[in-house]
Every structure is written in structure tokens, then in C-alpha cells.
């Protein structure tokens, strides 16, 4: 059974950071590509970031430069540290891995910036 937790939302004020992490179970994770995704408010869920099995990593354009996708494949973790917050970045941010064809989600956490 393939699961994802995601921790590390919260409220914070812009400029600020977050570390969100989802540790996955049920999975070889040291083979697997490793996501984060974000649904805001009445938009539709939009990739963040990506990070392959050889640490190769993708960014959405308005994230680069100040988010980081990381991965500890000895916890089975995957983390993204996010920098100089934004209100625009305010979402619900989901963990995501293809696994046999299957996508699987993690139940998500919720990141408000607001001043």
C-alpha cells in the first residue's frame, strides 16, 4: 500500500520560509521521481517541482530561484524549502509519485502567507 504524509504547512508572513516534507511508504523511493504540487483557492493543481532518482530537478518558472526540492532516500523523505514566500504562493501543496503506472497523492498541507 502506497502512502504519502506531507508535514511542514503553515502561516507565515511574506518573506519568510517553509520546509514541507512527505515521506512515502510502500514504494522502492530511491527509484522513484518525486513531486510537489499546489492547488490554490479555485485554481487547478499546478506542479511545483520535481526531483528524478538521479537528482535531476524541474521548477515551475515562478518558484525558481527561491524554492528547493531535495531528497533523503535513507528517510524515504522528499523535502521542498521554500523561500521568500510570497501571498500568491498560499496553497494546499501535495506530494505525488507514478508508482507500477499509478499516480498516488498525499493528502496534502496547507501553506497561508499573509501579512
Known amino acids: 500500500q502506497v502512502q504519502l504524509a506531507e508535514s511542514g504547512g503553515g502561516l507565515v508572513q511574506p518573506g519568510e520560509s517553509l520546509r514541507l516534507s512527505c515521506t512515502a511508504s510502500?514504494?522502492?523511493?530511491?527509484?522513484?521521481?518525486m513531486g510537489w504540487y499546489r492547488q490554490a483557492p479555485g485554481k487547478q493543481r499546478e506542479l511545483v517541482a520535481t526531483i528524478t532518482r538521479s537528482l535531476s530537478t524541474n521548477y515551475e518558472d515562478s518558484v525558481k530561484g527561491r524554492f528547493t526540492i531535495s531528497r533523503d532516500n535513507a528517510k524515504k523523505t522528499v523535502y521542498l524549502q521554500m523561500n521568500s514566500l510570497k501571498p500568491e504562493d498560499t496553497a494546499v501543496y501535495y506530494c505525488?509519485?507514478?508508482?507500477?503506472?499509478?499516480?498516488?497523492w498525499g493528502q496534502g498541507t496547507q501553506v497561508t502567507v499573509s501579512s
Open positions: 510502500g514504494i522502492i523511493f530511491s527509484i522513484s521521481t
Open positions: 505525488n509519485t507514478m508508482w507500477k503506472s499509478l499516480s498516488y
